[in-house]
Nanobody, 118 residues
Framework: QVYVVESGGGLVQPGGSLTLSCVTS????????MAWYSQAPGQSRELVAS???????DYRVSVKGRFTISRDNAKNTVYLQMNSLKPEDTAVYYC????????????WGQGTQVTVSS
């Protein structure tokens, strides 16, 4: 079974920055579009950002200009650079394939908690 492991979350003050990492198992990473998702308490999991195998990116409107998604195929890793964080960014962040265009997905990881609070 192929899986993902997310890391890099934490507690940060408003306006701060974090970089999330997601490493995947197996050798299929480079052929799939990848994405980061967020799930706030009591809400459903939502797409935050995606990146295709050719490095085309797309973002949720609320994070455009603040977040940057990138990937390193040699390391089977996708990143999310989060700047100018706001309290409403507080959520558990997960990575997986871009499920809007891909029928395949990795087994979901435990996610990484991001808390933005003063």
């Amino acid at each position: 079974q192929v899986y993902v492991v997310e890391s890099g979350g934490g507690l940060v003050q408003p306006g701060g920055s974090l970089t999330l990492s997601c490493v995947t198992s197996g050798s299929i990473f480079s052929s799939h579009a990848m994405a980061w998702y967020s799930q706030a308490p009591g809400q459903s999991r939502e797409l935050v950002a995606s990146i295709t195998s050719s490095n085309r990116t797309d973002y949720r409107v609320s994070v455009k200009g603040r977040f940057t998604i990138s990937r390193d195929n040699a390391k089977n890793t996708v990143y999310l650079q989060m700047n100018s964080l706001k309290p409403e960014d507080t959520a558990v962040y997960y990575c997986n394939t871009d499920l809007s265009i891909d029928n395949f997905h990795f087994a979901w990881g435990q996610g990484t908690q991001v808390t933005v609070s003063s």
